[in-house]
């Protein structure tokens, strides 16, 4: 099976602008949850998604946003970009009852 | 939230030696999740941990979910050059379970440097 999908790798935007990650989950999972990795904070939670709809939502402002598709494929959208939004951007997926999150490869955004 | 405790932050050691990392949480997980992460990429899973006192190998690397499940370790043995990277532990929280679906917590990281 392929693995979790990331587009696009690498992004760079200013402050201000608005920007969509899109990830592709591992074949048959339905779960899609996004973190965001920064050198200051780690991984941090932002939400996850089942079956077109938010499970669970971290600490992060209403700037982030995320949708689920009927496919499960997922986007996230951050607006208003800010410089301490510059991170990596990472998707995992798992199959549904499980606890085990399959990571893909990030999106790595620089806000200028 | 819960916190995860990773220990060491970095480990620098020489290609042959065992490698002994681990995590301690605030609370009671389910699920023990190892993963390491090379420059750039995404957290790949190493190893997972379902059942307090669970031992699992995958190659030469040994993971173990504590009995008191709020801690876990890792092993790496006669590391190589390859090993290089940062590992990381992660959780799913019981505490959590049916209100945070999906939400895993994770440790800072421990940087393993393996020289030749």
């Known amino acids: 099976k392929a693995g979790v999908t990331q587009t696009p790798r690498y992004l760079i935007k200013t402050r201000g602008q608005q920007v969509t990650l899109s990830c592709s989950p591992i074949s048959g999972h339905r779960s899609v949850s996004w973190y965001q990795q920064t050198p200051g904070q780690g991984l941090q939670f932002l939400f996850e998604?089942?079956?077109?709809?938010?499970?669970n939502k971290g600490n992060f402002p209403g700037r982030f946003s995320g949708r689920q598709f009927s496919n499960s494929r997922s986007e996230m959208n951050v607006s208003t970009l800010e410089l301490g939004d510059s991170a990596l951007y990472l998707c995992?997926?798992?199959?549904?009852?499980?606890?085990?999150?399959?990571f893909g490869p990030g999106t790595r955004l620089t806000v200028l | 939230g819960q916190q995860l405790n990773q220990s060491p932050q970095s480990m620098f050691i020489q290609e042959g030696e065992d490698v002994s990392m681990n995590c301690t949480s605030s609370s009671i997980f389910n699920t023990w999740l190892w993963y390491k992460q090379d420059p750039g990429e995404g957290p790949v899973l190493l190893i997972a941990l379902y059942k307090a006192g669970e031992l699992t190998s995958n190659g030469r690397l040994t993971a173990q979910f504590g009995i008191t499940r709020k801690d876990s370790f890792l092993n790496i043995s006669a590391s190589i050059p390859s090993d290089v990277g940062i590992y990381f532990c992660?959780?799913?929280?019981?505490?959590?379970?049916?209100?945070?679906?999906?939400?895993?917590?994770f440790g800072r990281g421990t940087q393993l440097t393996v020289w030749p």
């Open positions: 992660a959780g799913q929280s019981t505490v959590d379970r049916g209100s945070t679906l999906g939400r895993l917590y």
């Open positions: 998604y089942f079956s077109e709809t938010q499970r």
């Open positions: 995992a997926s798992a199959d549904t009852g499980s606890d085990t999150q399959y």
